[in-house]
């Protein structure tokens, strides 16, 4: 059974949503994408005495057990988080490619 060529520049009209099950060459990208994150939330990270400079920082990996400076300044963050973090935490992922945007200064006014 062949089928009809459409001449150059003539456009067919397909409706995705056919009750007969997926039509041949149609895509709703229905189970591409996961679910939805929410990312905007600011989370805080334990206190510190790593200086008064916060940023923002959204690591791309988990990050578990990461102590700078002495044993009392230990984080745990997790991918795709946002976090308050001393600048030296920051300069440290920054320097380590471990962050999905450039790390900036914490205002509390955001």
Known sequence: MATARRQPGEVE???PM???????????MAGL???AQVVDEIQNTPP??????VWVVRPINDVEDMTVGSPDNHFNLKAGTRYRVPQRVAEILYNRDLLMEIP????GRR
């Open 33 to 35: 994408f996961g679910q």
């Open 104 to 107: 900036y200064p914490y205002d």
């Open 48 to 53: 510190h005495y790593l200086g008064d400079a």
């Open 13 to 15: 009209a397909v409706d």
């Open 18 to 28: 056919v009750s007969g099950g997926p039509t041949e060459g149609v895509s709703t």
